[in-house]
């Protein structure tokens, strides 16, 4: 029997499935909707859809190494207590394998990647909803490269609440190149270096410095060079390699490095960008008793 679109969409209604889940579902039992409905509960994934509008902005970073290859990723869930749960942590390690094996190029591609169960990623991640209880999402990763003559700098702040990698060129002192990510992670630089910022970048904060100095009532005729030595002493504060090194304020991060040289790094921060949702309590209420 042929799967229709109006058939997947009633079976969503009443499990609260995903579509691909449901459109499976029909498919294996030959469009009976019934059916369909006890093969989803039976496989968990009718709860598991039910968390679908579900806000997930905890969770935890993790990094995973394997050779030249290091994955940073960031999975969420709707509350600290569950990632903190040991079945949510064996998915965030399983996740991490799988990237770094099926190198997807972006997050669609990664739900679409088959584990080695043959399931797929996001089949996987389903069925760990269904058993834990919340609702949580692979929400991005980067895939970093190295040769044998650099190193990874991998930290994780506060149990992975803040996750950073770092590429290091020029050594392969690993605790080193850890050292730099760490500063990255309580400093939060914008760019390794001042040749990495933008000439709009530059001109923008110009511009807003100049009316800031005007503002002030300075004399027009000692503005311009104001206004550089600020631009200047703010890109050093964004820039990594300008920073006071955080273990040793004493020296810049650049004069730590010595010969080694940073090219690549990244930081994620749990949750950073999604806006959480605040309910109002009745109508949580409410909206539970409409979807019973």
């Known amino acids: 029997m042929a799967v229709t679109a109006k058939m997947v969409k009633e079976l969503r209604e009443k ?14 039992t030959d ?3 019934q059916a369909a409905v006890d093969f989803l509960r039976e496989k968990g994934l009718a709860a598991a859809g039910k968390k679908a509008d579900r806000i997930a902005a905890e969770g935890t970073t993790f990094i995973a190494e394997k ?9 969420n869930a709707e509350t600290d207590f569950v990632a903190k749960n040991e079945g949510f942590q064996t998915l965030v390690k399983e996740l991490a394998e799988q990237l770094l094996s099926a190198k ?5 591609a990664a739900l679409e990647s088959k584990m080695e169960s043959g399931a797929t990623v996001a089949e996987h991640i389903s069925s760990a909803i269904a058993t834990i209880g919340e ?23 506060m149990g992975g609440r803040i996750g950073v990698l770092t590429v290091v060129e020029g050594t392969t002192d690993a605790a080193k190149a850890k050292d730099v990510a760490m500063h990255i992670a309580a400093i ?24 800031q100095a005007l ?42 490095l010595g010969d080694a040289k940073v090219t690549e790094f990244v930081r994620y921060e749990v949750g950073e960008g ?12 409410m909206n539970q008793v409409k979807g019973n």
């Open 274 to 285: 999604i806006e959480k949702r605040e309910d109002n309590f009745a109508e949580e209420v």
């Open 104 to 108: 997807p190029e972006n997050v669609e």
């Open 67 to 75: 050779g030249n290859e290091a994955v940073l990723l960031e999975v």
């Open 31 to 33: 469009g009976d909707i």
């Open 15 to 28: 499990t609260g499935a995903g579509m691909m889940d449901c459109k499976k579902a029909l498919v294996q």
């Open 215 to 256: 503002n002030e009532g300075k004399p027009e005729n000692i503005v311009a060079k104001m206004v550089e030595g600020r631009l200047n002493k703010y890109f050093k504060e964004i820039c990594l390699l300008d920073q006071p090194f955080v273990k040793n304020p004493d020296e810049t991060v650049a004069k730590f």
């Open 135 to 157: 609702k949580i999402t692979l929400r991005r990763f980067v895939i970093e490269t190295k040769t044998d003559a650099d190193a990874f700098g991998a930290y994780l702040h």
């Open 188 to 211: 939060n630089p914008k760019y390794v270096s001042h040749d990495q910022i933008s000439s709009e970048e530059v001109e923008h904060e110009r511009k807003v410095l100049t009316e």
